[in-house]
T-cell receptor, first 117, second 112 residues
Framework: AQTVTQSQPEMSVQEAETVTLSCTYD???????LFWYKQPPSRQMILVIR??????QNATENRFSVNFQKAAKSFSLKISDSQLGDTAMYFC??????????????FGKGITLSVRP | EAGVTQFPSHSVIEKGQTVTLRCDPI?????LYWYRRVMGKEIKFLLH????????ESGMPNNRFLAERTGGTYSTLKVQPAELEDSGVYFC??????????FGQGTRLTVV
């Protein structure tokens, strides 16, 4: 079974600064996906960024980037130039790569990020 | 395009009562998932539909939970009878192909 660990329950960052959210996972699988989801106070979760385990290059989406260390089973999210709208709960998630049917997500406990004006 | 919609947004019921949660996925999405988050814990997988068939129901806690997906469209999750430990936020998600799941806003269930 897979586990995802987010050890920091909450963090705070000043607007325009950079913050890194940590995530570690445990799996015996070799092919999988990792995700960061964001849940703003309005509660709908949205996908922030996705990383395929077979890709060595770290994924980047505008101000969001990841540091994926496969051997260390670490998957941190860096948010650059933090904005007030980044205030949300962030969940790290794992998905096994199945041929054919989609698979379920395994989530961490989440981290509450507050961006200070 | 409409996103994943869940009804109701909040529900408060007494222990022993029945509650039915509904999820309308994005039109055309064959995959539909139910997840639950109990306060302070991880979001846990409950089950996965592919069209109207249950692909994986390994996360269903017990037989008080019954999920259905009518004609491969909307899905309902019934809890009967509800217990205190069933309180939490129930999320529905849908996906087409690929690996992006789109989530609804969740239903906050409180059992008193």
């Amino acid at each position: 079974a897979q586990t995802v660990t987010q050890s920091q329950p909450e963090m705070s960052v000043q607007e325009a600064e950079t913050v890194t959210l940590s995530c570690t996972y445990d799996t015996s699988e070799n092919n999988y996906y990792l995700f960061w989801y964001k849940q703003p106070p309005s509660r709908q979760m949205i996908l922030v960024i996705r990383q395929e385990a077979y890709k060595q290059q770290n994924a980047t989406e505008n101000r969001f980037s990841v540091n994926f260390q496969k051997a260390a089973k670490s998957f941190s999210l860096k948010i650059s130039d933090s904005q007030l709208g980044d205030t949300a709960m962030y969940f790290c998630a794992f998905m096994k790569l199945h041929t054919g049917a989609n698979s379920k997500l395994t989530f961490g406990k989440g981290i509450t990020l507050s961006v200070r004006p | 395009e409409a996103g994943v919609t869940q009804f109701p947004s909040h529900s408060v019921i007494e222990k022993g009562q029945t509650v039915t949660l509904r999820c309308d996925p994005i039109s055309g999405h064959d995959n539909l998932y139910w997840y639950r988050r109990v306060m302070g814990k991880e979001i846990k997988f409950l089950l996965h539909f592919v069209k109207e068939s249950k692909q994986d129901e390994s996360g269903m806690p017990n037989n008080r939970f019954l999920a259905e997906r009518t004609g491969g469209t909307y899905s309902t999750l019934k809890v009967q009878p509800a217990e205190l430990e069933d309180s939490g936020v129930y999320f529905c998600a849908s996906s087409l192909q690929g690996f992006e799941a789109f989530f609804g806003q969740g239903t906050r269930l409180t059992v008193v």
